[in-house]
């Protein structure tokens, strides 16, 4: 059967003797953990934190998205007025003709001077007198696509958000052609951020 040993040692300037057990338990004492008001307390610091950074993190999120809308709104008027200025110095005032300079060829102007289609055609041989055409959605995706070429970012029908949930979707803009100017749906928040195009004036417009 074990024996249960004290040990312990003598102060030598107060001449008594200091059980080695109570400095142990004095010791284990010392690191006991957070009280229950210091854990209350800590809880409230990290909810007051988290209180204050949710919402910075969401507007820098809709700041993002903006700065987006507003880059891409920027390069497709600046494609727009590199067109237009392409066809002023082809001498084709009053005209509508195909940019022979620009995209493959395949920016349909009008004659004001905005682009008003891109077609899908070889231009080789062909003069605008064979091209039939009908302005519908399809022309906003066209459009989008011939002026803003690589660098643009996905176009959808708006029909494709009315049957198909957006989150199983890879375009970033829905389009409507609405009484000759392309509409373009920013789906990426909530926001109804939109750019719109004036195939007449050759406007660039965003909506926030």
């Known amino acids: 059967m074990g024996m249960l040993i004290f040990v312990s040692f003598r102060n030598g300037d107060r001449k008594t003797v200091i059980p080695l057990t109570r400095i142990r338990s004095k010791r284990l004492f010392n690191k006991a953990g957070f009280s229950l008001l210091e854990f209350a307390l800590v809880l409230m610091i990290i909810s007051a934190l988290v209180a204050i950074l949710i919402p910075k993190i969401n507007h820098l999120q809709d700041e993002a998205h903006y700065t987006s809308v507003q880059l891409t709104a920027n390069s497709l008027q600046t494609a727009v007025r590199l067109t237009h200025s392409l066809w002023q110095s082809q001498g084709s005032n009053n005209k509508t003709g195909l940019l022979k300079d620009y995209g493959g060829g395949n920016i349909l102007i009008g004659n004001k001077g905005w682009p008003i289609d891109a077609i ?23 459009l989008w696509n011939g002026l803003l070429k690589d660098s643009a970012p996905k176009v959808g029908l708006k029909i494709e958000k009315d049957i198909i949930d957006s989150d199983d979707t890879d375009s ?20 109804d951020l939109q750019i719109n195009y004036d195939l007449a004036t050759g406007r660039v417009i965003t909506l926030f």
């Open 172 to 191: 970033i803009y829905f389009t409507q052609l609405i009484s000759g100017t392309c509409r373009y749906r920013y789906h990426l928040n909530k926001d």
């Open 120 to 142: 899908d055609m070889n231009y080789q041989g062909s003069t605008i007198s064979t091209v039939r055409f009908a302005q519908d959605d399809s022309t906003c995706i066209r």
